[in-house]
């Protein structure tokens, strides 16, 4: 069975200032790991994602994220955060049956 | 990117009546879409999985003849909430996996709020 944790329901961070959302995975065979964002009462927006290739993966609106693989993680990861960054973040996951599962959330919130 | 739509984006209707929420993939075939439920300040729960053609797959729990889904063609996949009650009052989201796209990556419905009076 495949999973995903974010171990932080919340996290706060200042304008301007770097922000890490993290998430950690399981999943048997090769992980795809994708990052969504979900502004409030709309569906989710696809981030970007890990397939194969350098672990280092930049996405949209200055998003990147890490692939560890001996750390089973995705963090998400951004240098200088926006007031307009603050939405809810989806880690997922698939394995060998391509249903992705999803994480609980990470509300981020940034504060002008 | 690729475009799935969403419709309607907010209904309310009356305790037994039924809601058909669609979903459409508008500029590429879909083999597969999911549909989500969620509730507020928590994650997706994976409903069902439809195939075009064929029956869809459920996920315990969840009630077929309550969450009717009908996949019918490459860019339609419908879900019908069938004597709805206010317990399935709820945010719907649909999702599409193209043909092809064997990485796993899903594009979303802007979703459906649902409220059952």
């Known amino acids: 069975a495949q999973s995903v944790a974010q171990p932080e329901d919340q996290v706060n961070v200042a304008e301007g200032n770097p922000l890490t959302v993290k998430c950690t995975y399981s999943v048997s065979g090769n992980p795809y790991l994708f990052w969504y964002v979900q502004y409030p009462n709309r569906g989710l927006q696809f981030l970007l994602k890990y397939i194969t290739g350098d672990n280092l993966v930049k996405g949209s609106y200055g998003f990147e994220a890490e692939f560890n693989k001996s750390q089973t993680s995705f963090h998400l990861k951004k240098p200088s955060a926006l007031v307009s960054d603050s939405a809810l973040y989806f880690c997922?996951?698939?394995?060998?049956?391509?249903?992705?599962?999803f994480g609980r959330g990470t509300s981020l919130i940034v504060h002008p | 990117g690729a475009v799935v739509s969403q419709h309607p984006s907010r209904v309310i209707c009356k305790s037994g009546t039924s809601v058909k929420i669609e979903c459409r993939s508008l500029?590429?075939?879909?083999?597969?879409m999911f549909w989500y439920r969620q509730f507020p300040k928590q994650s997706l729960m994976l409903m069902a999985t439809?195939?075009?053609?064929?029956?869809?797959?459920?996920e315990q729990g969840v009630e077929k003849d309550k969450f009717l889904i009908n996949h019918a063609s490459l860019t339609l996949s419908t879900l019908t909430v069938t004597s709805a009650h206010p317990e399935d009052s709820s945010f719907y989201i649909c999702s599409a996996k193209s043909r092809g796209g064997d990485t796993g990556e899903l594009f979303f419905g802007e979703g459906s709020r649902l409220t059952v009076l």
């Open positions: 997922a996951v698939t394995g060998g049956s391509y249903i992705p599962t």
């Open positions: 500029d590429f075939q879909a083999t597969t």
């Open positions: 439809s195939n075009e053609g064929s029956k869809a797959t459920y």
